[in-house]
């Protein structure tokens, strides 16, 4: 099995469990084989990948162009920033919040088909007098009319993250 191949499985397997733990409402998505894997031209990944390009200069009006006005995003874990961000007003005061720890993302690998995006990310925290988090997340990534209207977060250390964010946030 080559590198893409093991990739392409192990980010299935990761999101199949994540999902199946979830919601049941995910189980399309599992049995779907049809995903694009690191295609460049598929819509919904020059979507996802303008959402990094915004998120990476902290454009809010960037990342306001490519979600929904009724957008869901959720966010694991027992933090002040956890929780499923209803609306765009919500998930924009959402990223206001996040930008105290300065985080950036970089994509690992992206599998996209018509409905949805998978993607998993190295993100880090670039905080200059304290300790910083640097871990790998998966995202699912929900896509209808061009826009993103639904997004869960799998972490790669839920305990990790949740420290991380209660300290900072207090």
């Known amino acids: 099995m080559n590198r893409r191949n093991f990739a392409k499985n192990a980010l299935i397997g990761t999101i199949a469990i994540g999902a199946i733990s979830s919601s049941y409402a ?6 779907e084989k049809n995903f694009d894997f690191m295609s ?4 919904n990944i020059i979507l996802i990948n303008d959402f990094f390009a915004a998120y990476s200069n902290n454009d809010l009006e960037g990342i306001r162009k490519v979600v929904s006005e009724d957008i869901k ?3 694991p874990g027992e933090h002040p920033l956890s929780g499923t961000k209803i609306g765009i007003e919500e998930v924009m005061t959402f990223f206001k919040n996040l930008n105290k720890g300065k985080f950036k993302a970089s ?3 992206m599998g996209a ?3 949805y995006v998978i993607d998993c990310h ?3 925290s670039n905080l200059e007098d304290s300790e910083n988090l640097n871990a790998m997340s ?3 990534w929900r896509i209808a009319n061009n826009k993103i209207i639904e997004v869960h977060n799998f972490p790669q250390n839920q305990i990790d993250v949740d420290a991380f964010f209660r300290k900072l946030y207090g």
């Open 107 to 109: 994509p690992i690998i």
């Open 40 to 43: 460049q031209d598929h819509p």
């Open 122 to 124: 190295q993100n880090w």
């Open 138 to 140: 998966c995202l699912l």
């Open 26 to 31: 995910f189980s399309e998505i599992i049995t």
């Open 73 to 75: 995003w959720h966010i």
């Open 113 to 115: 088909n018509d409905n």
